[in-house]
């Protein structure tokens, strides 16, 4: 199994970035992929989900409106698109796949609930 994150980098406030999670080794339509982030000196936390099954979508508070999360079925890929980015949004980005079913939205937060993650990418936001 792996999952692959790619997208990061370095950018200015109210700037956008677009975050892959390239995947394999499992049946990705059936899994829910999340992106959670960690910056330093903080637990890591659930930023938005979707699940392939169902085709639901949750976001954290702190991102709705400006990010979006999306699905590539055929290449078994999931994509973050971050924009309006803020200082604050900078951390360690990661990618997580969950089994079935299909959390609630608690149950997406939960980092014990997903079977394989990513190694992460950095997301760096100048004020």
């Known amino acids: 199994v792996q999952l692959v994150e790619s997208g990061g980098g370095l950018v200015r406030q109210g700037g956008s970035l677009r975050l892959s999670c390239a995947t394999s080794g499992f049946t990705f339509s059936y899994y829910t992929i999340a992106w959670f982030r960690q910056a330093p000196g903080k637990e890591r936390e659930g930023v938005s989900c979707?699940?392939?099954?169902?085709?639901?979508?949750y976001y954290a508070d702190s991102v709705k409106g400006r990010f979006t999360i999306s699905s590539d079925n055929a290449k078994n890929t999931v994509h973050l698109q971050m924009n309006t980015l803020k200082p604050e949004d900078t951390a360690v980005y990661y990618c997580?796949?969950?089994?079935?079913?299909?959390?609630?939205?608690?149950?997406?937060?939960?980092?014990?609930?997903?079977?394989?993650w990513g190694r992460g990418t950095q997301v760096t936001v100048s004020s």
């Open positions: 979707i699940s392939n099954m169902d085709d639901i979508t």
């Open positions: 997580a796949a969950m089994s079935p079913p299909t959390p609630d939205d608690n149950g997406w937060r939960r980092t014990s609930n997903y079977d394989f």
